[in-house]
Structure formats: C-alpha cells, structure tokens
T-cell receptor
Framework: GIQVEQSPPDLILQEGANSTLRCNFS?????LQWFHQNPWGQLINLFY???GTKQNGRLSATTVATERYSLLYISSSQTTDSGVYFC???????????FGPGTRLSVLP | EPEVTQTPSHQVTQMGQEVILRCVPI?????FYWYRQILGQKVEFLVS????????KSEIFDDQFSVERPDGSNFTLKIRSTKLEDSAMYFC???????????FGPGTRLTVT
C-alpha cells in the first residue's frame, strides 16, 4: 500500500519563528489532509489539499502531486501551535486514510 | 458547520469487558470509518462502512471488533472482550465522496485496566 513519511520527526521553535513541515508519499493520491493533534488528543483538520496551495491565516499548505510531496508552513509560530502534525492520504484504490508518523512541534515562549 | 460527534470522550473498562463506542457522523455523508491511535503512535485505519456493510478492514480489525449502524444516525464500534492493548484513542470519521473531504470526530479515549 501507499507509504507516507514526514519530516522532521521533532521540531523545537521559539515563539515567532517560521517552520516548514514536509510529507512525502509513495504513490498518486486522491485525497491529502493535514491535521493538528492538540494536547487533548483531538485531530483538528487544517487543510484538505490533494493538490495546489491554500492559506488559512498563519498557516499555508502546498501539495505538488506530480512530485509526491506536501508542505505545511507555519509562520509567526505561537505556543498554541504546539502538538503533533499529521499528514494523511488516500490512494486511488481505497477510501481510507493512511497517516504519516507525524511531526511533533514544540513552540517555546 | 456540521461536525462528527463521539461519545463517551473517555471510557475506562476492565479487561475482558465489552465496550461500545458511539459516533454520530455528518447526516448526509455516506462513508463511515473507525481509526485507532495507540498512545504515542500514528493513527491507524480499522474499518470503513458503506451502504450498511463493511467495505474495507485492516488486519487490526479481527473478530473482537464489530461495527453497526443501528439507526439512521449512529455508527458504533464494539469490542467484545477488551484487552490491555486495546487501550487507545478511537476516532470516527465520515465523508461525502462528492467532496473527498473526511471529517474526524474528537475521539474516545479507551483505557483498559
């Protein structure tokens, strides 16, 4: 099945810094979503982005489907951005998501 | 905006007991899913459900597990005889194939003692 990798596995930032999180996938995708898992364990959907670029406030995401990667940009990071960021994809054969291992982000005050 | 809801938010049970986790998907969605996340690990697919039957399931989804849509709104996951290793966060999701976008519920944290 499709494989999903994320980098870096861990990231520590000072408040106000910018960061880029990467998601690589091994096959064509039908769907790609970025999630933020908050300290209570809830998965918060950030972007539905199988291709192209989207922005939502300080966050933006770009997926280059032909090159099989997606990037999540966080600008002017805040302590509330801390948590684990997951990339999840569906391939062309199934409906269910395959999640990456996540990037654990810690934003220090 | 409509949301997927899950109850309870936290369930503690003793090993060997049966548990039922409940989900209310978004009303006009057609696909329903359960995922599991053991603490500190990635989210794993368990099962998908469409047209009142299982459409796909993972190796994790063995005979201990079952799913049901008992009425027009609820979607349940039953674990027949819980084991310690069933302790995890369980997420329900639903999707509308027209949009391709999956909505996840807030999760139920299951603790088996």
């Amino acid at each position: 099945g499709i494989q999903v990798e994320q980098s870096p596995p861990d990231l520590i930032l000072q408040e106000g810094a910018n960061s880029t999180l990467r998601c690589n996938f091994s096959d064509s995708v039908n769907n790609l979503q970025w999630f933020h898992q908050n300290p209570w364990g809830q998965l918060i959907n950030l972007f539905y982005i199988p291709s192209g670029t989207k922005q939502n406030g300080r966050l933006s995401a770009t997926t280059v489907a032909t090159e099989r990667y997606s990037l999540l940009y966080i600008s002017s990071s805040q302590t509330t951005d801390s948590g684990v960021y997951f990339c999840a994809v569906t391939d062309n054969y199934g409906q269910n998501f395959v999640f990456g291992p996540g990037t654990r982000l810690s934003v220090l005050p | 905006e409509p949301e997927v809801t899950q109850t309870p938010s936290h369930q503690v049970t003793q090993m060997g007991q049966e548990v039922i986790l409940r989900c209310v998907p978004i009303s006009n969605h057609l696909y329903f899913y359960w995922y599991r996340q053991i603490l500190g690990q990635k989210v794993e697919f368990l099962v998908s459900f469409y047209n009142n039957e299982i459409s796909e399931k993972s190796e994790i989804f063995d005979d201990q597990f079952s799913v049901e849509r008992p009425d027009g709104s609820n979607f349940t996951l039953k674990i027949r005889s819980t084991k310690l290793e069933d302790s995890a966060m369980y997420f329900c999701a639903s999707s509308d194939p027209g949009t391709g976008y999956d909505n996840f519920g807030p999760g139920t944290r299951l603790t088996v003692t």
